[in-house]
């Protein structure tokens, strides 16, 4: 977004342009930009509210019914935490006696409105001149929030007044994410030594972060939000409570559901491998592991706790013959278990009139699309497959919701 249509936006006649303007619908929006030129409103305005107009509707995943009041830019809505995912960060620095946080790298403010909405002093920071005049807009009616342009790393924390400090470093460049941590913007390295100065140091990261990358006194914390792994976040000092180690947040069914390594299974080493489960012949159940539960190496714990094993090595599918109530893995009802093989399994399907059918695997090279071309089913019936190894072999588990 250029100067001048950042300051038509921001200015009176642009949020008057962006309170009237209709829920965003693609289809009409040449026709509403088209009546809005007609009636004399400049072209660029008019260009810029409707993309607002759109992003806003974007954004209602992430931040609800707030999006609507809210300014987005298409990168800093990507990086946005999603609002119930920022409430559980604010909680931690509230639970910490957090007095003023630096929100480094703060974009457009997700982090900075949960923060300040627990009654938590923000100074949130921003390199980038466009995500900071939003970022303004969006916490300007949030007094215990304040928000400076600049280089996040060259703030003087001590002379602040900083006690505590999230940092959430550039994951994006050129549209595509950055999955090596020394690439980030700052680099990884750079935002954890700010420990050293506040202790109290939060930082988002990748779900892709490699363990090796891990520091031994980080609690990480991978989050799924509603089966959809959202984020990882390390947590240092007095903002990790719970002490070093590696869990899983899931937040689901309106709860938070939280897994741990048990304490004897080095709970307190969140650079260790993933620990190994035990392999188990197919049972009556199939459970998948839920997304933070996988990137967090904790599948043998869910086995644990489920009471299942694994289906085949370094795979996360578990089974077992009991049906056990969980947030940390969806199950299914194991009806038929065989190896797979095209002409076998389009036999199997169209023998029980099965015309559509969703497709999951793991730990096979099939395509689901091209399968589903391949078994041309024509039934009137519908069906779940897994494909997948079966003690090390290539199988087809048919299963159903539990």
């Known amino acids: 977004m250029d100067p ?21 619908v693609a289809e009409e929006s040449l026709r509403v930009s088209t009546r809005l030129r007609e009636r004399g409103v400049d072209a660029g305005l008019v260009a810029a509210a409707l993309t607002q107009s759109r992003l806003r509707e974007r954004a209602r ?29 604010a909680r931690r620095y509230a639970g910490a006696g957090s007095r003023l946080v630096a929100d480094l790298g703060c974009g457009l403010g997700g982090d900075t409105i949960a923060l300040s909405e627990l009654g938590v002093a923000v100074l949130a920071v921003e390199a980038d001149p466009v995500t900071a005049a939003l970022a303004e807009a969006n916490l300007r009616e949030l007094p215990t929030a304040s928000v400076r342009r600049g280089d996040a790393l060259a703030l003087d924390l001590a002379a602040e007044g900083v006690d505590a400090v999230f940092a959430d470093p550039a994951r994006r460049a050129g549209g595509r994410r950055i999955f090596d941590p020394t690439a980030y913007s700052p680099p990884l390295d750079a935002v ?31 989050v799924s939000v509603d089966g959809d792994v959202v984020e990882a976040g390390l947590w240092f000092g007095p903002l990790a409570a719970e002490g070093p180690g590696r869990s899983a947040l899931v937040l689901a069914g309106g709860g938070a559901h939280v897994l741990t390594e048990a304490d004897d299974a080095g709970a307190g080493r969140p650079d260790a491998p993933a620990r190994a489960g035990e392999v188990r012949p197919v049972g009556a159940y199939l459970y998948e592991p839920d997304g933070a539960v996988i990137r967090a190496g904790l599948v ?9 094993g694994l289906l085949s090595e370094d795979i996360a599918y578990l089974t077992g013959d009991t ?26 399907l169209r023998a029980r009139d099965v015309g559509v059918v969703t497709i999951k695997k793991r730990g096979t090279a099939v395509e689901p699309e091209q399968l589903r071309r391949q078994l041309g089913l024509r039934g009137t019936r519908a069906a779940t497959i897994v494909l997948t190894r079966v003690a090390g072999r290539q199988s087809v588990l048919v299963v159903e919701p539990a």
């Open 4 to 24: 001048a249509s950042l300051a038509q936006l921001l200015s009176p006649q642009g949020r008057a342009l962006l309170a009237e303007l209709p829920p965003y």
């Open 300 to 308: 043998a714990r869910a086995a644990e706790l489920l009471g299942a």
């Open 192 to 222: 954890l030594a700010l420990r050293a100065r506040v202790p109290a140091l939060g930082v988002k990261v990748a779900p892709g972060v490699p363990y090796s990358a891990l520091p031994p006194d980080a609690r990480a914390q991978w």
């Open 61 to 89: 995943a992430k931040f609800g019914e707030r999006a609507g009041r809210m300014f987005f830019t298409v990168a800093g809505l990507e990086q946005a935490t999603r609002q119930v995912v920022a409430a559980h960060h």
């Open 323 to 348: 049906l056990v109530a969980t947030r940390f893995a969806t199950a299914y009802r194991v009806l038929d278990c065989f190896p797979f093989g095209l002409k076998p399994l389009r036999a199997y």
